[in-house]
């Protein structure tokens, strides 16, 4: 199973971005998926989450601006980031939780790093003020 982030860059506050993650090794429609980023000198934290079903979770401080969702014929999981804010700054991590079509109803099952089984790289998305 492999996972590959892009998409981050360089943007002024205010603007957007787009993060991609490209899955290979699993259907996505069938797995849990999940962002989250990690700032320096700061642990790694629970952007959003997506369901096999659809149900989506977010971090609330990032609710009404980021969107998460997935392309289930590519296998590609989408992190939609508008009205980006100087804290967004971080490397971003898309995640997969190995449970087949997982059924735990606990929002925080889904916010958890150590749910996730395999990780992407991280792109690099920085939002200057």
């Known amino acids: 199973v492999q996972l590959q982030a892009s998409g981050g860059g360089l943007v002024t506050a205010g603007g957007s971005l787009r993060l991609s993650c490209a899955v290979s090794?699993?259907?996505?429609?069938?797995?849990?998926m999940g962002w989250f980023r990690q700032a320096p000198g700061k642990e790694r934290e629970f952007v959003a989450a997506i369901r096999p079903g659809g149900k989506t979770y977010y971090l609330d401080f990032v609710k009404g601006r980021f969107t998460i969702s997935r392309d289930n014929a590519k296998d590609l999981v989408y992190l939609q980031m508008d009205n980006l804010k100087p804290e967004d700054t971080a490397v971003y991590f898309c995640?997969?939780?190995?449970?087949?079509?997982?059924?735990?109803?606990?929002?925080?099952?889904?916010?958890?790093?150590?749910?996730?089984?395999?990780w992407g790289q991280g792109t690099q998305v920085t939002v200057s003020s």
């Open positions: 090794g699993r259907t996505v429609s069938n797995y849990a």
């Open positions: 995640a997969l939780d190995n449970l087949f079509r997982s059924s735990v109803q606990d929002s925080n099952y889904y916010m958890r790093r150590s749910t996730y089984d395999y």
